[in-house]
């Protein structure tokens, strides 16, 4: 394989893993490998190949940004809220994410519970009054990889002009004896500094898991720090910090992690359904060159089973098997339904019927 072939090759795959910085690199070097090639020839329209070649993979290049390396649901880019040293850790930076709920494709069920239990009390606070109904407290999302948790939850914010802090629970750990618990500390600090706040923590089972299945020293300092910050987190300020958390494994989780006032509220989110699939089609394939043949209907029945994330990769699969094409043939071209077949013949659910079979077990037996 020719190197700038081999250079494509890998500007595409690093695209595909959201490495933006990495495709742009491999792909701007794949553009100056094939202006060598084009220098070099003797031959004239191999030459005028090799510099439209050269073009299109620079166009590309330098259209990347970090919202279109992996595209998903055209989030729109977040505000930072403040700037800070370049040594805080990135969780305790807020953002205001300008997503709406609206934006959110499909889970209906899941939009209504959050409303009635985070956003209303906000936004029709009088009323929440007069029915005795009080803000604040937690939600915890659950269900299996690649649904949209954590896009959920950016979207809870946006809806409430809330500051986000979003931190993995690998991010909160340390090697080091106490920290990890002045880093929940920390967090909760930052989030009760802003007049109205989001604290989203993913991989929850991670950070608190039941206390009866570890045999860690360091667990269970963090286990009761977490308990103490989100003992009274509905009378913080009104309720001004909002709890959010999301996993793959509520059956992991610490029962006391669930009780009022902490993650009180479980909701699952599941696969998409044809609704929603549609629109994460039409969302992920906006503004790209489809051929006639591509039929959206047809690839919202045939990705039945499929989770967001993998609808994402797959429409961003097809298009690059166009663009490489194009790219190695110098042609121009739309991306067809032999790119979606050729795609989906590779990629199978990410998410299998085992699983699904135990979230099920877990609904039926809370």
Known sequence: MPMFQTAVQQGLDAQLSGDTEGARYALLRAAQLLLADAKRTDDLALRRTRLAQAERVKRH??????????????????????????????????????????????LDDAKEQIHLKLIYPFTHAAAATHFGVRPGGGILLYGPPGVGKTYIARAVAGELDAAFF??????????????????????????????RAVIFLDEVEALVPKRSATSSSVMPRVISEFLSQTQSLGDDAGGA??????????????????????????????????????????????????????????????????????IAYICTRAAQLAFLDAVERDIDRTIDAADFAAVTAERRPSVTQAQLARYASFRQGR
Request: proline share 8%; glycine share 6%; aromatic share 4%.
């Open 166 to 195: 979003a931190a993995k629970s690998s991010d909160l750990m340390s090697q080091w004896v106490g920290k990890a618990e002045q880093n929940v500390a920390a967090l909760f600090a930052a989030a009760r500094g802003e007049e």
């Open 241 to 310: 910090v909002l709890l959010m958390g999301a996993t793959n494994e509520p059956w992991a989780i610490d029962p006391a992690a669930l009780r009022p006032g902490r993650f009180d509220e479980l909701i699952y989110v599941g696969l998409p359904d044809a609704a929603a699939r549609t629109r994460l089609l039409q969302l992920n394939l906006r503004d790209k060159p489809l051929a006639t043949d591509v039929d959206v209907d047809a690839l919202t029945a045939q990705l039945a089973g499929y989770s967001g994330a993998d």
């Open 61 to 106: 290049a330098l259209a990347l940004t970090p919202h279109t390396a992996t595209p998903s649901t055209k989030a729109p880019p977040a505000v930072p809220v403040r700037e800070d040293a370049s040594s805080t850790p990135s969780w305790l930076l807020a953002e205001r994410p300008h997503l709406r709920l609206d934006d959110v494709a499909g």
